[in-house]
């Protein structure tokens, strides 16, 4: 499924770039996926066999009236397809690439209490200077790490929480 995601991604990626979409399609794509996930119905008629590839062409065109034609396309392509499903790894995909073309890194620094402001934007300025690229910041605040933080870029993890030397430590005491 993941791999079916990629490739539609990557070819939607590549003609919403050539016709100077990214941004719009990047909208439209999460706004639908957004709805399939809140809305269990949409999801049962156009995933269930029951329904046609007609009926199913028809109700999105309907739901998503005054779409871009990239993305009413597309989905047409995934209902031809029956292919429907793969879109809200589509979707992630899609943002990876966008990301990626906009030279953006995400950032997410997640403490036990709610830190400043100006440490969190060091944070994401010490972070962007090291990688060179645009950091996109967002915080958020969890209790159970303790104290400390924890800093995820991108796919990278810097877990310097209290919650994570105890268990380091708990480890080490079991195995010694």
Not at 9 to 34: C, M, N, P, Y
Not at 128 to 148: F, K, M, N, Y
Request: charged letters at 35%; proline letters at 3%.
């Amino acid at each position: 499924m993941e791999a079916i995601a990629q490739v539609y991604a990557r070819s939607l990626f590549e003609v919403a770039r050539d016709q100077d979409k990214l941004d719009l399609v990047r909208d439209e794509l999460g706004q639908i996926a957004d709805v399939l996930g809140e809305n269990r119905d949409m999801r049962l008629f156009l995933f269930s066999p029951y329904f046609s590839t007609d009926e199913k062409r028809d109700g999105l065109r309907r739901t998503i009236e005054g779409a871009d034609e990239l993305t009413t396309n597309l989905l047409d392509v995934l209902v031809e397809n029956h292919r429907l499903p793969v879109l809200p790894r589509l979707r992630r995909a899609y943002e990876r690439l966008w990301e990626e073309a906009r030279n953006l890194l995400p950032v997410t620094v997640t403490s036990a209490v709610e830190l400043d402001e100006a440490v969190v934007r060091r944070i994401g300025d010490e972070i962007g200077r090291q990688t060179g690229r645009e950091v996109q910041l967002a915080r958020q605040v969890d209790p159970s790490i303790v104290g400390g933080f924890v800093v995820r870029v991108g796919n990278a993890i810097l877990d310097a929480s209290i919650r994570n030397r105890l268990e380091n430590l708990r480890k080490e005491i079991a195995r010694a």
